[in-house]
């Protein structure tokens, strides 16, 4: 009994402080702690560390270790002081600049995710999102607190780049895409009257590149198509601002093969495709708006194309992944929509008249959901 009640104690103050855990890594990421020691030519003590970032050196010194005891810094002596380097799982996905890195992703998460999940209860008594307590906007606005400055819809944007970063080249190949000659991707997390990405793929064909693809209004799926199907020419519809900073800010306007063109995917005329997708899209509205518009890209898509949906998929009784469980709460403290299970996607996708509904783990975060006009 004893030792039961010790390991239940155990894993209640393990859930309980796990917002400190997410802290530590947001305020290190925010003071710029893994790109300094990226940038040193040796590890560093916490009074060069503190004087480098004008922090105080108290709590640089208590930060530094708080890290150390994360396994995103190591520690060492050099003159009898302690000295900090990056270990390699800060140096691959925290340091901006890596292939790998998750940074910009964090600092959104840390700014505007984790300000409306101080608000979770609110929104479970009152079921909607949580923007007018977190950031004085009204709930109706979905998207209005990701976009709530030009400097805040860049932090997201990069932050989208990061999660297909890593997730967009399985998932585009969960299923071979090279039949469907023209596709339009409705992109990422994007607000209402968004018409996301429009690809036109021309004679693609599988590799086996690995691409570093962008996110979202940035281009991010265009360049993971461009890279696993390197015939493909790749049409980028977004609201105009995005499409502005996507040419100001991201590398996918410099390749010939991807254009950029402003639209809104629930009132503008969708662009005629062998394949649609929707990446991160749908779980961020109602059904009911789900199957309007599924209804849309149903009589917009060509006879014989599909749609694919990508999304992180829940267990069929809905209580895992764990990862995906808490993504629906998130759903629920910033937009109006929910994670899903496979059998609630086909529920959405079969009265807009797709059939042959296919579902596949792409073996990270993110699934793939296709099926057919």
């Known amino acids: 009994m004893c030792s039961q009640e010790g390991e239940g104690y155990r894993l209640l103050k393990e859930y309980a402080n796990g917002f400190m855990v997410s802290q530590v890594l947001f305020a290190a990421c925010e003071l710029g702690v893994f790109e300094l ?4 030519p040796e590890p560093l003590d916490s009074a060069a560390v503190s004087a480098r970032l004008g922090a105080s050196p108290r709590g640089t010194e208590l930060l530094l270790d708080a890290c150390v005891s994360l396994k995103l810094l190591q520690a060492g002596v050099r003159g009898g002081k302690a000295v900090y380097a990056n270990t390699e799982l800060a140096s691959t996905y925290l340091v901006r600049g890596s292939p790998r890195s998750q940074r910009d992703m964090l600092m959104y998460t840390g700014r505007t995710t984790y300000v409306c999940w101080g608000h ?9 999102n949580q923007y007018l307590k977190a950031f004085g906007i009204p709930s109706e606005e979905l998207f209005s607190a990701i976009y709530r400055s030009e400097g805040e819809r860049l932090q997201f944007m990069r932050g989208l780049q990061d999660v297909w970063r890593l997730e967009g080249a399985r998932v585009l190949a969960a299923f071979d895409l090279s039949p469907f000659r023209v596709i339009c991707d409705l992109g990422g997390e994007c607000p209402p009257r968004t018409l996301g990405l429009c690809l036109e793929l021309c004679c693609g064909y599988h590799s086996g590149h690995s691409p570093r693809p962008p ?6 799926l265009a360049k993971a198509c461009v890279s696993l199907y390197p ?7 977004d609201i105009p601002g995005v499409v502005q900073m996507a040419r100001t800010h991201f590398s996918a306007s410099e390749d010939e093969r991807i254009s950029f063109h402003e639209g809104d ?3 503008d005329p969708l662009p005629e495709a062998d394949l649609y997708i929707l990446a991160r899209v749908l779980h961020d509205w109602t ?6 518009l599924l209804e849309r890209l149903y009589q917009a898509c060509r006879t014989g194309g599909g ?3 990508i999304e992180s998929l829940l267990d069929a009784d809905g209580r895992g992944p764990l990862t995906t469980v808490l993504y629906s709460l998130n ?9 899903r299970t496979p059998a609630q996607y086909r529920a959405l996708l079969a009265p807009a008249g797709f059939r042959d509904v296919r579902c596949r783990r792409a073996g990270g975060i993110y699934g793939a959901v296709l099926a057919r006009k």
């Open 287 to 292: 059904d009911a708006k789900c199957s309007h």
């Open 331 to 339: 759903m629920l403290v910033q937009t109006e929509g929910r994670e």
């Open 265 to 267: 995917f629930f009132t």
């Open 37 to 40: 020691l990226a940038a040193a």
């Open 231 to 237: 015939g493909c020419r790749v049409i980028v519809f």
């Open 307 to 309: 749609i694919l949906v």
């Open 120 to 128: 979770l209860a609110e929104a479970v008594r009152e079921g909607r």
């Open 215 to 220: 996110a979202g209004g940035s281009g991010a």
